[in-house]
Each structure stands twice: as structure tokens, then as C-alpha cells.
């Protein structure tokens, strides 16, 4: 028996095949690197992933990175356009999908305007196809509404370090600065589920002497690391700060040489604290004075520090101030531009910093140019061959599309790498808009939520299949090499954009034969920009990462950002002036808890590709409520059991988790499932004035359990 074992393995080690892909895994800001491993044997197929050394994450992977594969091989993936026919989709040719979108969108423009159709893309697209994608918008259809999801992502963190240092990269220093710093403020993020593979940054901090302090309403893997966690209120970080501010500058803690030399803005501030009671801002955030002193005292009088926020502090109708409240404790306390010193705001898609630097958003034309800025518009036309006064203007954010869908002012939308109808806040109302379009596109690996909703889906391609560069959370730009062919019936974005506007007569602008042409006209583009890659070449790129701003003068790349001065106009850094703000949507009888949203490890945003790789779905299979012991006692929940979550704006069904790190007060759930179960049909949306982010860090909810809602709701 033993020898027959031995001869069949060895017959089929004969007949087996193995193929290897060097790729990059296609979810977070950290994009490592990987090596796959595919063999097959007889009809046995056996993928084996490991990390490969790379600068950022040095040969690491997480859990999602080990089993991204899983969804690249799902065979759910569309494999054809898709057309919907009454209630189903039927698969038609990419002929017959080009002449759909030509007949649909031509006779829109035609009877309601070129603005009636709107563009939605996404951080997970590479450089290449964000920039293309907002060419695409401008040139081949004229529309000024497009948008994408880093809307709700990086967009208070981004207007907050433009306004304060005149210039966003999501890191402003070397990750292996980090170790450097003896203290380290960690707001709102928590990078041991979300960035993994950079804890052993912060770990080797610690065994340096660092000193960390982490702030969030719960307790995380990240917090478990921390010296001194801050169990905070949600929503009170902008007041926070003010007391930790208020603390600095009454014990004359402040950097007063970098403060004279370097920045505008401080005496207003102090005035602005003149009045504030440090006594009254630690009952109103719910933090003790002593902290509030330990905690200004330690980042204060520490010899080099760092800051680093993620959406904890920056989802918030006003995470623009709450970030620029942050910033500002860097600057009096002149902790940016040294060694150690500097701010990260923990950027959160692959390519959720590329995505952000060229031309998705409403405002912005690639290399971070304005769209309402004349020279720049002069700039970018020239480079598309158009004339300027063809440029549209400036559009509207994410969610505020949503809004003129609703209104019938937008008839149509392009969705490329986005799934809306669970990642909005409101999505009861999403949803009515998105079906109230008379014709929705959406380009996606699988049929997703927003798919399902769509009148044509276009099957686009993997990362393992798609060519092109990557910008990760340090400002470091990264090739992402195309491992296998795409399938027959699959496009790549880019392809898509290309036959998309050939066929609707403007394929001169779009000739291209692959991603690194259209990266040569991006580094144009963007040459003279804040985020300018004139500098960095493809060839460079298989050796490299390099960091932005690259040019042609400045080969390497500035590593560590403001050590001489701010590209502001006069160089100074501004601090600005944050009031003390609260959640408009105070708790109330009727909703008497905090709700806030956010992520678990092994699933990734709207979950369309996490919960298509077994591995991940099965660690963990449904959404849940978080909630402390004596909030379900008093509230009749037990554990594990259904309870029913109820706010202004709908009403959801989740399964409780009962645990004592989060605080009383507050209820926490992750937003990777769509449907009945999706959160954001609580959430809401109200935005903040100068972002448009959304508010899910906080809103109000009642929560009950099932049986007597059902019960409430039969009587
Ligand atoms: N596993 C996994 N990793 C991911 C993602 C994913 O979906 N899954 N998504 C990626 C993307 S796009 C992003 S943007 C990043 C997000 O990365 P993070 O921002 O780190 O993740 P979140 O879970 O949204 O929020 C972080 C923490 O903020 C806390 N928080 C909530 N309200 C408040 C508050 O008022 N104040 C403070 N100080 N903290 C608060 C939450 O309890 C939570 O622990 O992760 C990236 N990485
Ligand atoms: N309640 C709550 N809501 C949130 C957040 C929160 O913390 N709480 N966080 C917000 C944040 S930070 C973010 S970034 C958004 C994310 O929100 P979304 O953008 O909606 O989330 P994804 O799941 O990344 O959606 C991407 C879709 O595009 C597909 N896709 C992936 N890669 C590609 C590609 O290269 N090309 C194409 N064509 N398709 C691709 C995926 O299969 C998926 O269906 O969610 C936001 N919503
Ligand atoms: S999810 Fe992020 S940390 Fe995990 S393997 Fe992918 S890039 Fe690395
Ligand atoms: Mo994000």
C-alpha cells in the first residue's frame, strides 16, 4: 500500500505543472510583496503565497495578503460584460457592450447634457487608471461630476495637511524613522488589523524606549500595544486636543524657536484658548485632567515625536478640523521635519495616496493641480491636446452625486472600482438614488451589490493581471507587474477607458499600447505639481520604490518632508483654530448610545473580495455589534444573541459580541457586509463643510433585542 501511495505521488509529481507570480497583494496602503506558488497535479490545483523582501514591509504578509488570491481564482469572477434584462443578466459580447454604452450615454448627453452623467472611481485603481479615469471624465465625456471613494477615506486627513503644511503625502517621513521616536500619538488608528505588517515598526519603537499613547473608544490589538490608552467618547478628539493644547501652552511646554521661525497661526490660537476650562473639557471628553496633563506633559517635553491618524479621528463632519487640531499640536510642539518627528496619516487603500494625487476628484487635475486653478488648467489641457476653456469646471463630492442622482440632475453613472451602495453612509437613501438612474455602469471583478443594482456590468481585471504603479502610505510610488494574462473576456480598466472613448470619437486623446505609456504622460502631467513624478521612470521602478516629489533635478526623492521649510507661499506652516466640537447627533432618550464603524482584520472595506476567498470568509462569516457586558445587561442582550439597531435612518439586525473593550456608552461594527446587514444603512449623512467626509465614526442608535422589536412590531 505504502508503495502504491509512493508510485501514484510520484506519478503525479510527473505530470504536475507549477507556475510562479511575483505580484503585490491588492488591499492595503502597505502593498507588500509576494511571491505565488501555483501547482498543479493531475486535477489538483495547490497555490502557496510568501512575502518577498520589499523596503516598506520587509518580506512580511497578513492574513488578507496570504488568501488574496483566493478571490482572484474564485470562478464567480464575470468573465463577460453582463446586461441586465428585467430581473437577470445575460452575457453579451464586448462589441455589443461598447455600442450600449455609445447608444445610452450619447442620447443622455444629448437630451439632458454633457453633466448628466457622472464618474465614480476608487484607491484601488493603479496611478495609471485614476489618471485616466479623470481624463476620461473631462475629455471623453465632459462631465464635471466625478468622484471617488478616498472621498470617504483620506479626504479631511488631505485638506487638513494641505491647509496646515501645503502639501498631503501620507507619510512625511521614512518608516524607519519610527523607531526613532521616544513618542508616539496613535488617534484613531488601528494598525494592528489594518496595516499589520508595519506593527513591527511600532514594536521596535517600544523596545527603543518609545513611549506610545493611543487613542480610540476601544480596546484594539493596536491600544493592547500602547503605554497609556485613552478610552475617548467618540467624536471629542478636536476637544481633546484643544485641553491637551490648552495644558501645553499654559505650562510653557512649546518648541517657542520652531513656533517663531517656521509657523503662523500661534497667537490667534492662544487667544482662541484663552477661555477654555481645562476642567470642562475633560467632562466633556470624558478623559480625567490628569491624563489630559500626563498626555500633553510626555509628547510635549519628549525629545522627538510622531503623530499618526487614521479614520478614527478623520470620519467625522468635522474630521477636517479634528485632523488640523492634531496637526497643530505637532507644530507648537515642533515635532515635524526631523528625525523622528514627523506625521502620518495612515493612508488606507493600495492606492489610496496615487488615487488622491490624480485627477478622480471633483477639485483636483493630476499632480495635485487645481481644476479651479487657471494655470493649472492651461497646464493640464495643453498635455491632453484640448483647449482649456473645454476643461469642465469643478464637480461635487461622492456622496453629494448621490444627492443630484436622487434630484434627477445626474441620469447616468460610471462606477469603476467602487462598490457605493454599502460603502455611503445613508444607504437607504443610495440605494433609491442609484436606482432611480437610467443607466448605471459598473466595472468590477465580481457582481457586487452595486452590480447587482447596475444596467451593464463590465468584467475588469485582477492583481494579479494588471500592469501598473502603486503609491503606498509612505509617498513611495511601487510597479506592480502583471503576473499572468488576463482571461479572454476580461478587460483591464485602462483597456476599458481606451475602447470606451475611441468609441464614443475620442480615441486620439487615449493612444496607448500599455500602462507605461500612459504613466510617461502622467509624469508629465504632473511635472511642476505638488505631487510631481516627472522623475520616476518605469525602469526605475523595477528596481525601486521612490518616493514623490521625484523629478528629473531630484533623482531620489525627498524622504522626509518639511526639514527646511512648508511649500506654503511664505514656508510657514499654518496652525488654525478648532472650536470645540461634539456630534451634532447628541445620544437621546430614544437613541441613547454612540454607534461607530469601522474594520475587522481579515475582511477589507465593502468585503466584495474578502468574502469571495474561502479563507477570510470563513474566519469571520457574518457583520456583529460589539457591546460592553453592563450596556447589554441593561439593555437585555445576551451573547451571541440577535439584537436590532435602530437610528433616524433605518433599522438593521446584527448578532451581539459582548466584551468589555469598548466603552459602555458606545456600540462598534464592521462595515464589510452588504444588504439587510449592512451598517451604513444607520450611519450618517451629514459631511463635513470644507471635506464633504461623512460622519461614521458617530451617530446615535438605539439597540434592542430581536425578539421584542419583532414582538413591537406585530402588535
Ligand atoms: N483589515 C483591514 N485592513 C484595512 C482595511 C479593511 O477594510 N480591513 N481598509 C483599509 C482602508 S481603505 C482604510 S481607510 C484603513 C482604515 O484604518 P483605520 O482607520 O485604522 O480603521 P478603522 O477600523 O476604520 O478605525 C480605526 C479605529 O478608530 C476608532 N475610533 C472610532 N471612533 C473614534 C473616535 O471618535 N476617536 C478615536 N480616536 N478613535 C475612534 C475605532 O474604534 C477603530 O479602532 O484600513 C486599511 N486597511
Ligand atoms: N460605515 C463605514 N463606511 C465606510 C467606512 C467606514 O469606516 N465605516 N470607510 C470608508 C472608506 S475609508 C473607504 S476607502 C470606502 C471604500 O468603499 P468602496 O470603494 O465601496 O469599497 P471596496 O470594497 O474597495 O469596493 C471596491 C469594489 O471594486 C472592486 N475592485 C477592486 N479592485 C478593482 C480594480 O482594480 N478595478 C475595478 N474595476 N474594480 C475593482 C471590488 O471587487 C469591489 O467591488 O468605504 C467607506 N465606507
Ligand atoms: S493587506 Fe496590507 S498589510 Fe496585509 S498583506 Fe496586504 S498590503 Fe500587506
Ligand atoms: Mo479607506
Redesign the pocket.
Known amino acids: 500500500m505504502k508503495n502504491f501511495l509512493h508510485h501514484f505521488r510520484e506519478k503525479e509529481k510527473v505530470s504536475g505543472t507549477e507556475e510562479i507570480y511575483e505580484s503585490q497583494c491588492?488591499f492595503c496602503s502597505v502593498q507588500c510583496t509576494m511571491k505565488l506558488v501555483e501547482e498543479r497535479i493531475v486535477t489538483r490545483k495547490r497555490v502557496s503565497v510568501n512575502g518577498t523582501p520589499n523596503v516598506t514591509s520587509e518580506g512580511r504578509l497578513c492574513v488578507k495578503g496570504m488568501h488574496a488570491h483566493q478571490h482572484h481564482f474564485n470562478p464567480k469572477r464575470i468573465q463577460t460584460p453582463m446586461q441586465r434584462k428585467g430581473d437577470a443578466f445575460v452575457s453579451i459580447t464586448w462589441d455589443e457592450a461598447f455600442a450600449l454604452m455609445k447608444d445610452r450615454f450619447e442620447s443622455i448627453q444629448e437630451t439632458d447634457g454633457k453633466d448628466a452623467i457622472g464618474v465614480y472611481g476608487?484607491?484601488?485603481?493603479t496611478n495609471e487608471e485614476a489618471y485616466l479615469l479623470g481624463k476620461f471624465a473631462r475629455v471623453t465625456l465632459g462631465t464635471r461630476f466625478i468622484d471617488y471613494?478616498?472621498r470617504?477615506?483620506m479626504s479631511a486627513a488631505a485638506s487638513g495637511a494641505n491647509d496646515a503644511f501645503g502639501m498631503d503625502r501620507g507619510f512625511t517621513n521614512k518608516l524607519s524613522e519610527i523607531p526613532y521616536s521616544k513618542c508616539i500619538i496613535l488617534a484613531g488608528t488601528n494598525i494592528a488589523e489594518c496595516q499589520p505588517t508595519l506593527m513591527p515598526y511600532l514594536e521596535e519603537a517600544k523596545q527603543n524606549g518609545s513611549f506610545l499613547i493611543a487613542i480610540d473608544p476601544r480596546e484594539t490589538a493596536t491600544t493592547d500595544l500602547s503605554d497609556l490608552h485613552i478610552k475617548i467618547k467618540p467624536g471629542m478628539d478636536a476637544s481633546f486636543v484643544n485641553a491637551l493644547l490648552k495644558v501645553i501652552i499654559n505650562e510653557k511646554l512649546v518648541d517657542s524657536e520652531f513656533i517663531i521661525n517656521r509657523t503662523k497661526g500661534y497667537e490667534e490660537l492662544c487667544h482662541h484658548l484663552d477661555d477654555s476650562d481645562l476642567e470642562q473639557l475633560s467632562d466633556v471628553v470624558d478623559v480625567p485632567v490628569e491624563t489630559i496633563t500626563e498626555v500633553a506633559r510626555t509628547f510635549a517635553t519628549s525629545p522627538t515625536g510622531m503623530l499618526l491618524t487614521a479614520?478614527g479621528v478623520e470620519?467625522l463632519a468635522y474630521g477636517y478640523d479634528t485632523v488640523r487640531n492634531y496637526l497643530n499640536l505637532l507644530l507648537v510642539t515642533g515635532k515635524i521635519g526631523r528625525i523622528g518627528c514627523g506625521y502620518g496619516a495612515v493612508t488606507?487603500?493600495g492606492n489610496g495616496q496615487g488615487g488622491r494625487e490624480h485627477g478622480q476628484k471633483a477639485d483636483q487635475l493630476p499632480g495635485y493641480r487645481s481644476i479651479e486653478n487657471l494655470e493649472d488648467r492651461r497646464y493640464v489641457a495643453n498635455v491632453w491636446g484640448i483647449d482649456e476653456g473645454e476643461l469642465p469646471g469643478k464637480g461635487v463630492s461622492a456622496y453629494e452625486m448621490m444627492e443630484k442622482m436622487d434630484r434627477g440632475d445626474l441620469k447616468s453613472l460610471f462606477v469603476?472600482?467602487?462598490?457605493?451602495v454599502?460603502?455611503n453612509p445613508n444607504i437607504n437613501f443610495v440605494e433609491k438614488a442609484l436606482k432611480s438612474l437610467e443607466f448605471l455602469v459598473v466595472?468590477?471583478?465580481?457582481e457586487?451589490e452595486t452590480g447587482q443594482l447596475a444596467d451593464l456590468i463590465l468584467p475588469?481585471s485582477s492583481y494579479l493581471e494588471?500592469e501598473g504603479t502603486m503609491t503606498n502610505f509612505e509617498g513611495r510610488v511601487a510597479l506592480r507587474k502583471a503576473a499572468r494574462v488576463r482571461p479572454e473576456g476580461v478587460r483591464h480598466?485602462w483597456e476599458i477607458l481606451c475602447q470606451l472613448s475611441s468609441v464614443l470619437g475620442k480615441g486620439a486623446y487615449f493612444q496607448y499600447s500599455n500602462p507605461q505609456d500612459i504613466f510617461n504622460e502622467l509624469r508629465l502631467a504632473s511635472k511642476g505639481g505638488i505631487a510631481d513624478y516627472s522623475g520616476i521612470t518605469y525602469d526605475r521602478l523595477q528596481a525601486e520604490r521612490v518616493y514623490w516629489p521625484c523629478t528629473e533635478d531630484d533623482p531620489d526623492g525627498e524622504k522626509r518632508l518639511f526639514s527646511e521649510s512648508f511649500p506654503t507661499k511664505d514656508g510657514r506652516a499654518s496652525i488654525g483654530i478648532v472650536r470645540n466640537h461634539v456630534p451634532s447627533e447628541s445620544v437621546s432618550a430614544q437613541y441613547p448610545l454612540y454607534l461607530t464603524?469601522?474594520r475587522v482584520l481579515e475582511h477589507?472595506?465593502?468585503?466584495?473580495?474578502t468574502r469571495n476567498s474561502p479563507g477570510l470568509r470563513s474566519r469571520v462569516v457574518e457583520p456583529f455589534v460589539q457591546i460592553h457586558p453592563e450596556t447589554a445587561k441593561r439593555f437585555g442582550l445576551q451573547p451571541h444573541e440577535m439584537a436590532c439597531l435602530t437610528s433616524e435612518r433605518g433599522e438593521i439586525q446584527l448578532r451581539c459580541h459582548v466584551t468589555d473593550r469598548i466603552r459602555e456608552d458606545t456600540l462598534f461594527v464592521p462595515?464589510h457586509w452588504g444588504g439587510k446587514q449592512c451598517?451604513?444603512r444607520l450611519?450618517s449623512q451629514e459631511l463635513d463643510p470644507r471635506c464633504k467626509m461623512p460622519s461614521?465614526k458617530v451617530c446615535s442608535v438605539d439597540i434592542q433585542p430581536s425578539y421584542e422589536k419583532s414582538e413591537s412590531h406585530v402588535t
Open positions: 491588492p476608487g484607491g484601488s485603481l471613494n478616498g470617504f477615506c479614520r470620519q488606507g487603500q469603476m472600482g467602487s462598490n457605493p454599502v460603502s466595472v468590477d471583478m465580481f457586487s475588469s494588471d480598466d464603524t469601522g477589507y472595506l465593502t468585503g466584495v473580495q462595515f451598517i451604513n450611519t461614521f
